[in-house]
């Protein structure tokens, strides 16, 4: 039990300290902190040793469409302290050809599988990750669906499927 | 524990036989009874041992992040649905809590305490039909009758209310698509008075009965650590010890003023997650009991000045506020002010924390809209939970992390 | 003088039928239901077997899950690209007579869902006798289903299962179908189509 929980500027004031300074903002009472892909991984040791240590989200965005973006994808990591109850958002952004950062699996386990989804859905490939394959797509498919240039229906891959009559039954 | 008797030599009599040779595959496949629905598990077991587990899913992935680009914030509410659909409401709820969180949308005071009621009958379906499939997964239909006729008065009531049994699309940007009527007002209160009878009943059958307790008593746990850094939520963590709650710990909608109680258990097997579902559905009773005393008067949608919820017809033909906020919602890209910005915003769903993260660009769909399913993590939990335990244990250990596959796939 | 044909005196406890429609009047009343059950609309179907709308009462209360032991597979629920071998391989396994129902929007059309992965209408890979429409469909919708699938076997069944030689009708549904499908089909994957392209090549080559 802590006895007093600091807020999360201190946190991100100890965090510039170690990484180098990161780009800060608050929208809606959430607080948002950029970290460039190389520091990735000691930013993120550093948060999970400062308490933050509950991972609840690995995902990312295609900023292809996005007007004003500069790079492709910006991948987020929502992170929530059972302890002190703060959440942070950080963003890790990345860009084509061969977008990939170190993956956090060591230092959070939750990661395993929401890092499968992004390299399924984003194609971002992850550093160290134990086991990256296809998670929810089958593992013949090759397209990366979310990327903007994917079109919704897909590029015939549902229809192309053997059909049976009742001759076959 | 090898199964392997000294007298099937193998090629080498003096190694005598390896256990490893006795491992073998068992596909738990797609279709199957005790997976509620399209999960998929490779195990290795030695004799009826597990040895490891391979889960996998996608089963069911049907694009519903690619879907959320393209419809607009009402018209979205309906694909949530079809999310995790045993508590569809409670997806409506996250959905546009996350949108107007975005849009920076404040509700009316009675939009919140209904959205809380409807909330949390959906968390009592939710629990009930999650405690039922365990029942009925270990053999005891009876349990998993009773759970459905209760749903099905919950049924009633949210056909009394909106018109569908589930996947209702109840919430709205700004509120909610039908104010409650006195109809359902009694309809609630007859179900408070008779449901815990019910679930007196259930617990009888149950909670005491020794073959349902050695099923269930020890096995699948998960250490508090463990829940923690494997990003568990909900009811299974809160079964492990994490004394982590939305409502409490990031209070959204009325809870903040209820006066309610959130179960936790230290053991963290399936009977653990089994008797904290029950005290929830308990404890959501309480909540909808003081909800409906206190339930305030008013407008249910916010204001038309607001340009965010549909104006009632009167309106329309009387204001020309009324008017000017029919058209501008009904053209493409007039009616909701959305930032070009980032927001994420969860509440505690009946399976965990169930949070929407939203990219806006201005228009009225979103550029992104990420469902962050509870179920994901505890499906990755698996087999962790199930190494050394018994093929009959895998059953009850799926059915206590109470995975649904359109949730976790998408 | 005519000849008259002597009345039948039966005494109460004997009928007579034809052995066709003996063999459909069984059939159809004592359905086994694979469930195969997805998403939402596999809740309806549990709800549908469940006490307030009990199936059971149409003699398909034995829910087997293993299709050797079945005759009738409900889909309830969207099939996406992943699942849809695992559908297949399913109906193959089942013995005949079966039939198939597809239940809900999402397993007949596709639904809401018009998206990379989900299969378009389960009836184009597979042979569907009933449709539910729906989303979900009310459990009445379903039981009106199993009791118009019941009419249904009851009027076509025939003991040598000649009511299956229906091949025929849906090589010309699944021509329909084809003439609106769009134009990135990988033609060389689907079998039905390069047996209609090579018999009309064939005809084209000879006549």
Same mark, same amino acid.
């Given at each position: ?59 990312? @965005?295609?900023?292809?469409?996005? =007007?004003?973006? =500069? ?11 059972? @302890? ?7 963003? @890790? ?54 990327? =903007? ?21 | 524990?090898?199964? %392997? ?72 509410? /309906? ?6 659909? *045993?508590?569809?409401? %409670? ?30 009958? %959906? ?180 204001? *038309? ?60 769909? %979103? ?22 335990? /018994? ?12 995975? *649904? ?6 | ?5 002597? !009345? ?16 459909? $009047? ?5 359905? $086994? ?20 709308? &009990? ?35 399913? $109906? ?5 007579? !079966? $039939? ?28 569907? &006798? ?21 009419? !249904? ?55």
């Amino acid at each position: 039990m802590p006895t007093t929980p600091p807020s999360v500027d201190a946190v991100l004031e100890s965090l510039a300290a170690a990484v180098g300074p990161c780009h800060v903002s608050t929208f809606r009472g959430q607080t948002r902190a950029v970290v460039p892909p190389e520091r990735a991984l000691d930013a993120f040791r550093h948060l999970a040793a400062t308490g933050f240590d509950l991972l609840v989200d690995v995902t990312c @965005v295609d900023y292809l469409d996005y =007007k004003g973006a =500069k790079q492709r994808y910006g991948l987020v990591y929502l992170l929530a302290s059972t @302890v002190t109850n703060q959440r942070l958002t950080v963003r @890790v952004f990345v860009d084509d050809p061969d977008p990939a950062v170190p993956s956090v699996t060591s230092v959070w386990r939750s990661a395993d599988w929401l890092e499968r989804e992004v390299w399924d859905l984003f194609g971002i490939r992850f550093d160290g990750h134990p086991d990256l394959r296809r998670l929810v797509m089958p593992e013949a498919f090759t397209a990366h669906p979310l990327r =903007k240039d994917y079109p919704l229906q897909g590029r015939g891959e549902r229809h192309n499927f053997p059909v049976l009559t009742r001759d076959d039954g | 524990m090898s199964i %392997a008797p000294a007298e099937f030599g193998s090629l080498d009599a003096a190694d005598g036989p390896r256990s490893e040779d006795y491992l073998w595959t068992l596909n738990f496949g797609p279709q199957h009874p005790a997976t509620h629905t399209t999960l998929r598990l490779v195990l290795k077991l030695e004799g009826e041992r597990v040895v490891d587990a391979m889960p996998e899913m996608g089963y069911l992935h049907s694009g519903f992040e690619k879907i959320g680009e393209h419809l607009t914030f009402n018209q979205y509410v /309906t694909v949530t649905d079809r999310m995790n659909y *045993i508590s569809p409401v %409670a997806n409506n709820v996250a959905w546009h809590h996350a949108v107007e969180t975005l849009l920076g949308i404040e509700l009316t005071p009675r939009c919140t305490f209904i959205r809380t009621i409807v909330a949390e009958l %959906a968390r009592i379906s939710d629990h009930l039909l999650c405690n039922g499939a365990v029942g009925l997964d270990t053999g005891a239909f009876t349990f998993f009758l009773y759970a459905f006729y209760q749903r099905e008065v919950i049924y009633d009531i949210l056909e009394t209310l909106c018109g569908a049994r589930f996947t209702n699309s109840y919430t709205r940007v700004g509120g909610v698509s039908q104010d409650f009527t006195p109809l359902v007002i009694e309809k609630i209160r007859a179900f408070l008075r008779t449901f815990p009878k019910t679930l007196d009943d259930m617990e009888r059958l149950l909670t005491r009965n020794r073959i349902f307790v050695d099923r269930t008593k020890g096995v699948g746990v998960l250490t508090k650590e463990e829940a923690i850094n494997r990003g568990a939520t909900g009811p299974v963590a809160r079964a492990s010890g994490v004394t982590r709650d939305l409502r409490k710990d990031e209070p959204y909608l009325a809870y903040g003023d209820l006066d309610f109680n959130v179960a936790c258990a230290s053991t963290g097997d399936c009977y653990a997650r089994y008797l904290v579902r029950m005290q929830e559905m308990r404890e959501s009773l309480k909540i909808v009991q003081q909800a409906l005393d206190r339930l305030p008067d008013g407008p249910v949608n916010v204001g *038309i000045d607001q340009r965010t919820a549909l104006p009632t017809k009167q309106q329309v033909y009387s204001t020309i506020e009324g008017t000017i906020s029919h058209f501008e919602l009904s053209m493409a890209n007039r009616g909701f002010e959305v930032p070009c910005e980032e927001s994420y915003a969860a509440i505690e769903a009946p399976n965990g924390e169930l949070g929407f993260y939203l990219v806006g660009d201005g228009n009225d769909t %979103a550029y992104r809209a990420r469902c962050r399913p509870p179920s994901v993590l505890h499906f990755a939990l698996f087999p962790h939970l199930i190494r050394g335990h /018994t093929l009959s244990d895998v059953v009850a250990v799926l059915g206590s992390l109470n995975i *649904i596959a359109a949730e976790l796939d998408r | 003088m005519a000849v008259t044909s002597p !009345k039948l005196e039966l005494p109460e406890n004997v009928f007579v039928s034809k052995l066709d429609e003996l063999a459909s $009047w069984c059939r159809k009343n004592s359905l $086994w239901p694979m469930p195969f059950a997805t998403a939402c609309c596999g809740i309806e179907l549990m709800a549908t077997g469940a006490s307030k709308h &009990d199936l059971a009462r149409f003699g398909a209360e034995v829910f087997r899950f293993s299709p050797r032991q079945c005759d009738l597979m409900i889909v309830a629920g969207r099939v996406v690209m992943k699942m849809l071998p695992v559908l297949q391989r399913i $109906w193959l396994q089942m013995h005949e007579p !079966k $039939w198939v129902i597809s239940m809900g929007a999402c397993a007949s059309t596709g639904g809401v869902f018009d998206t990379y992965a989900v299969v378009q209408g389960i009836d184009r890979f597979i042979p569907v &006798d009933m449709y539910v429409p729906g989303c979900p469909p009310r459990p009445e919708q379903l039981i009106q289903a199993i009791i118009d699938l019941q009419d !249904k076997i009851q009027r076509e069944g025939t003991i040598t299962g000649r009511e299956f030689d229906t091949a025929e009708r849906q090589r010309r549904k699944r021509a329909l179908v084809e003439a609106t499908l769009p134009l990135t089909i990988d033609a060389a994957r689907n079998p039905v189509l390069q047996r209609e392209l090579a018999a009309a090549a064939e005809t084209a080559a000879g006549g």
